[in-house]
């Protein structure tokens, strides 16, 4: 059996460990394909915050207090930065997460595409998938904010970990979008997927980012394999993180069934056959497509891959 996931960084890595376990099991091949949107350049050094929170979580070196970055992490070459007093400050960047982007932005200028130089990283943390980011080619979510008196877009990291998301919000823009290709690899691990589930992430920052990408958003949509998503929301709040923020930006409602109705149908152009909910939102209703109340808390390996029986019970 070979299972695609659709993810973003840390709420779709927690998710990816309940998958390889379950996929061990049953002796499944997994392939994620990890949202690029957050991906930024600063201080000369491409930094993909999403690959690499799946790479260091499969991997066992992911910090899991901060819930990014590398566990036994040191601060010495931000520190030194900021006593030139050089921008950004605000970026948290540490001296072992500096050597992965110094390897990754060293692989880009000599010509590598992305998906190859994660490859090339993934034979470090062997993190027992394959992981393909969505495109090789330059995509950067982007936000329109009121700064200052003034309107502006921003990159959507600047939005996030200098103003904690509180400015006024107008949208999100997927800078390079509409040209983007598939990174190599990705059209054919979902061509030959069994099924496709959308990981607990992010809809509007780490999984519309992918969908963004036309050629990808084809073959999920038409593909031959069932789509199942798993709900991010569970009673009307993001787990963690800033999902509430950015769905209040598009009007959507902050629950387990407002979700389901913007990823929408795959018989209707959307994204869904399935649609897994916690049980605390049984009555969650998404027209035309399948849903299922089971418990959604990744409290742990087992329970995350029980969620991932569930959800491909379902697909069935
Ligand atoms: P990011 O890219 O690092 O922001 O991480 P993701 O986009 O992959 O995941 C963030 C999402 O994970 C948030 O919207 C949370 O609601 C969701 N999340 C975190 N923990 C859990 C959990 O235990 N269960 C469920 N269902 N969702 C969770
Ligand atoms: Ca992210």
Redo the contacts with the bound molecule.
């Keep these: 059996m070979r299972i695609v996931v659709l ?9 990816l460990l309940g998958v390889r376990a379950h996929a061990r099991d049953i002796g499944a091949d997994v392939t994620a394909i990890v ?1 690029v949107g ?1 991906d930024v350049r600063m201080h000369g050094l491409q930094i993909c ?2 690959l690499d ?1 799946v790479m260091y979580t499969l991997g066992g070196a992911a910090d899991p207090e901060r ?2 970055g590398r566990v036994g992490e040191s601060w010495v070459v931000k520190e030194e930065l900021a006593k030139y007093g050089v921008e950004p400050s605000w970026f948290g960047l540490g001296d072992k997460d500096t050597a992965t982007h110094l390897v990754r932005t060293t692989m880009l200028n000599a010509g590598y595409p992305l998906s190859a130089v994660t490859a090339a990283l993934c034979e470090r943390w062997q993190p027992g998938i394959e992981m393909i980011p969505a495109s090789d080619d330059r995509l950067e979510t982007h936000v329109v904010v009121d700064v200052d008196g003034e309107r502006k877009a921003i990159h959507f990291q600047e939005w ?1 970990v200098r103003h904690r998301g509180e400015v006024p919000t107008h949208r999100f823009v997927f800078r390079g979008a509409e040209s983007a290709k598939p990174a190599a690899g990705v059209l054919e691990a979902i061509a030959g997927a069994d099924v496709v589930l959308v ?5 509007v ?3 519309a980012p992918i969908l963004a990408v036309p050629a990808l958003k084809d073959a999920v949509s038409n593909g031959p394999a069932p789509v199942v998503g ?5 009673g009307g ?8 923020k ?1 769905l209040a930006t598009l009007d959507v409602e902050v629950s387990a069934a407002g979700v389901g109705r913007m990823y929408g149908p795959r018989a209707e152009g959307g994204l869904l056959d399935g649609w ?1 909910v ?1 049980t605390s939102d049984a009555a969650a209703q998404v027209p035309g497509v399948r849903t299922r109340a089971v418990p ?4 742990d390996e087992t329970l ?1 891959a029980r ?1 991932v029986a569930d959800a491909l019970e379902l697909a069935r």
């Design positions: 993810t973003g960084g840390i709420g779709g890595a927690r998710f949202n957050d915050p999403d929170s819930g990014w996030w990981a607990p992430s992010n809809p920052v780490s999984i798993i709900s991010p929301i569970i709040a993001p787990v963690r993180g800033m999902a509430d950015c897994l916690d959604l808390w990744m409290k995350t969620m």
